[in-house]
């Protein structure tokens, strides 16, 4: 397990190894925050990320710490550094697809929150 300083560390490291042509128009930038976030869309799981865009605070991501906790509460250092960094790729992608003006990836989340409410497991990331 990471700390949430040490979480937060970690994210520094990773959004400054990034190109920055990702992080363009990213205004609000990337956080971690220390709560927990319950998906609104009724699968019983946690968010572990979440992009923002409002006309109020711009483009922004959190990531939630008390999430992370949840959904990685026996793993070790190395699996939380993986995870937390597919995250932050995941949720850049929702930005910058939202930026070209497409959803695609919000669509494929969609159809995997649907997969899992109706199985109880996730799809294999090939099946995307």
Not at 45 to 55: A, C, E, Q, V
Not at 67 to 84: Q, Y
Request: glycine fraction near 8%; proline fraction near 2%.
């Amino acid at each position: 397990m990471l700390s949430f300083e040490e979480a937060a560390d970690y994210l520094d490291t990773i959004v400054d190894e990034l190109p920055e042509v990702l992080l363009r128009e990213l205004n609000g930038g990337i956080s971690l925050v220390p709560q927990a976030q319950a998906s609104d869309n009724g699968s019983g799981l946690y968010t572990l990320g979440k992009y923002f865009k409002n006309k109020q605070m711009g483009r922004y991501i959190l990531l939630y710490y008390g999430s992370f906790k949840i959904a990685l509460a026996t793993a070790n250092r190395n699996a939380w550094c993986k995870k937390l960094r597919e995250v932050v790729l995941h949720e850049l992608t929702h930005h910058n697809e939202s930026l070209a003006g497409i959803d695609s990836l919000a669509e494929k989340d969609r159809a995997q929150i649907e997969h899992y409410k109706n199985t109880g497991k996730f799809l294999p990331i090939s099946k995307f």
